[in-house]
């Protein structure tokens, strides 16, 4: 393992192996299995980490329950569980350093994109939830049947929740999960993914810090049919948040049916249209579509993996973007230069590549890359790649690819672009590239999509709903809605004649 000693990061690492967080305690698994983590870029192995199996989860469950029922933590005064989740939000600011080193050897991505984006974004989701807990209002209901009555709302926390997140942005996920659920008063259950469970072990050592109480937060890294599918199938967990593929979205829905109906918000992939209009700013327009694409590899849900151009600009769009696309710089996350990282394992870089193939094979015209870059055979790269001329029915144009692989498709008109943009079973999010501001209203409204960025594309805040129509999902994650999500609504009425 050839960690460099002056990595802020490199503590962390050195104790090893890593262990579950269970009731505030770090142990074994209960059979004893581990599981390694490799360093994406290199290869090489990066930790071994202790692998939740079915009778973890059920030992992380109960301790979850255990401090839910005690309300250890939901039944604090509002402004203790506000200032521990404030503190949280600070701790993940000061070690920021050592996050996004530890994002960036465990997943790939840039270590710029890791400090300015996602450890920022991580540190105030927890400060945005950390506002909320002293805000969990209900309302009074002017009842008209005869008599006189005082009807009241209560928001409740749901209980123990089982949350369970992918490998693309395993810090920002876990903050989007646990923070909102610990600001309504839950106990919850984590399960990072088993490609990147190491940063959701790092905020844990910081919940505990923090003084949020043992039980409140339990991290069981493990594989996705165990662990997540007990998790899923749990009989005493009341909810499950999950935000992974839609394939394995639909067992976790399929789970929740069979075992007790627990409350389920699913957050699922996409192949989201990125639209270029004739009368856009071109250059604003090229650069949105290249980061639409190519931010993180290509591994973002919301990838603008689908760009629309109006035919007057099609040729120079694709031309613009392909000078981009030639100066990028690939290489080792770690290396501050790199603007764009290795896949996340083998088997994404596998997946991407068997999709490029399919795309030459259904006879789409490859403009860029296609393959692993030069001298950087020992890591998981695949180059940036262009697909022009694509048509709708391709394969490559149907489904998430998830990897640095951009289809362009031509366009005629409004209703044309529409139709097109729209022939999809997702719809998470669309970016919308025009000067002309009523056709940026008219097409965001036309669009079915849970997000639609105008002249601008993957702009995330803790403020703005997160969330997909059709196949992408079921709910909305960040701002208020979050709170509808990990909460129950409970009305009283009282006979106050
Ligand atoms: P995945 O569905 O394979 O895995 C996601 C998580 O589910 C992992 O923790 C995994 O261990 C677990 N899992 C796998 N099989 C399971 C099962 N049978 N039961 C319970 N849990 C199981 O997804 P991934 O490859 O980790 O991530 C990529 C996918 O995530 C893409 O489809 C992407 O679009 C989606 N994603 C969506 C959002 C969003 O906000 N909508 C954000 C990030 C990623």
């Not at 506000?82 to 993940?92: S, T």
């Not at 036309?446 to 594309?457: E, I, R």
């Amino acid at each position: 393992m050839a960690i460099a000693e002056d990595l802020e990061v490199a503590r962390f690492l050195k104790d090893q192996p890593k262990k579950l967080f269970i009731g505030g305690r770090w142990v074994e698994s209960a059979s004893g299995r581990q599981f390694g983590v490799e360093n994406p870029a290199t290869g090489e192995s990066l930790a071994a980490v202790a692998e939740a199996g079915a009778e973890d989860v059920d030992r992380a469950v109960a301790a979850a329950r255990r401090s839910f029922d005690s309300g250890v933590w939901r039944d604090l005064p509002p402004a203790e569980r506000a200032r521990a989740l404030w503190k949280v939000g600070d701790m993940i600011e000061e070690r920021a350093t050592e996050f996004a080193q530890l994002e960036t050897l465990d997943n790939g991505m840039p270590i710029n994109d890791a400090l300015l984006f996602h450890a920022p974004l991580a540190a105030a989701t927890f400060r945005y939830y950390a506002g909320w807990v002293t805000k969990l209002d209900g309302a009074t209901q002017q009842v008209s049947l005869p008599g006189r009555y005082l009807s009241y709302t209560l928001r409740e926390p749901v209980g123990v929740v089982g949350q369970i997140i992918p490998w693309n942005f395993p810090l920002l996920m876990a903050a989007w999960k646990v923070a909102p659920a610990l600001a309504c008063g839950n106990s919850v259950v984590l399960k990072p993914s088993e490609e990147t469970p190491l940063s959701a072990l790092l905020l844990a050592e910081l919940l505990q810090e923090a003084e949020v109480p043992d039980g409140v937060v339990n991290v069981v890294p493990g594989r996705g049919e165990i662990a997540g599918a007990r998790l899923a199938a749990h009989p005493d967990v009341d909810k499950v948040a999950f935000t992974g593929s839609t394939e394995v979205g639909k067992l976790i829905a399929r789970a929740s049916a069979d075992s007790n109906l627990k409350r389920v918000s699913l957050e699922l992939g996409g192949k989201s249209p990125n639209i270029v209009f004739a009368d856009a700013d071109l250059t604003r327009a090229v650069s949105g579509a290249f980061f639409g694409i190519f931010f993180n590899q290509g591994q973002v849900c919301s990838a603008g993996s689908r760009l629309f151009v109006q035919k007057k600009v099609y040729d120079e769009t694709l031309d613009e973007l392909l000078k981009t696309v030639k100066e990028t710089r690939i290489g080792p996350g770690i290396d501050p230069v790199t603007q764009m990282g290795p896949l996340v394992s083998k088997a994404q870089q596998e997946r991407v590549l068997g999709y490029i193939t399919l795309g030459n094979k259904e006879g789409a015209r490859m403009l860029s890359g296609g393959g692993r870059p030069a001298g950087l055979e020992e890591g998981y790269f695949v180059e940036p790649t262009v697909f022009a001329d694509v048509d709708g029915r391709m394969t490559i144009a149907r489904e998430e690819i998830f990897g640095p692989v951009l289809s362009a498709i031509p366009f005629d008109d409004e209703d044309d672009l529409v139709a097109k943009a729209n022939s999809t079973i997702y719809g998470l999010v669309a970016g919308v590239w025009t000067s002309d501001v009523a056709r940026a209203h008219r097409v965001a409204h036309a669009l079915k999509a849970g997000t639609v960025y105008v002249n601008c594309y993957h702009i995330v805040d803790p403020v703005t709903p997160w969330g997909g129509y059709k196949q992408s999902g079921w709910g909305r994650e960040l701002g208020p809605y979050a709170l509808d999500l990990y909460t129950e609504l409970k009305n009283v009425i009282v006979d106050i004649s």
